[in-house]
């Protein structure tokens, strides 16, 4: 440890408390719930969710904005975390997050023993 070293350090206070953020990430109908609804949703795409994420936390929460164009002109929307705002893309999130069974799992389970799990 720092003290057993004798190493001279000081705690750092960067003057943010992130429970706000955490909590826009982590709450009922915050961003993690809506990316979820919206991933089981079949009818879903990017635009969709897009909207639903402006729609319920853009002018509610305060760590939530618009995407700058800048760096990223095809950002749709932002954080702002203790040490910058960044942008995001979420073009494929929805997709990445299906996590399709690979097929050959699933021929695994069609072939097996388990008359549940065969049909």
């Not at 990445?96 to 065969?118: F, H, Q, Y």
Request: charged letters at 25%; one cysteine or more; proline letters at 5%.
């Amino acid at each position: 440890t720092c003290a057993l070293r004798s190493l001279d350090w000081a705690n750092v206070d960067f003057g943010m408390d992130l429970q706000k953020c955490i909590d826009m990430f982590e709450k009922p109908m915050g961003l993690l719930a809506i990316f979820e609804e919206e991933s089981l949703f079949p009818k879903a795409t990017d635009q969709t969710f897009c909207e639903k994420l402006h729609t319920n936390l853009l002018g509610k929460w305060a760590n939530f904005a618009k995407a700058n164009p800048r760096p990223d002109p095809d950002a749709h929307f932002a954080v702002i975390h203790y040490a910058a705002t960044v942008s995001y893309n979420l073009t494929g999130w929805l997709e990445k997050n299906k996590d399709p069974l690979n097929d050959t799992i699933v021929e695994m389970i069609k072939n097996g023993s388990n008359s549940l799990m065969i049909q």
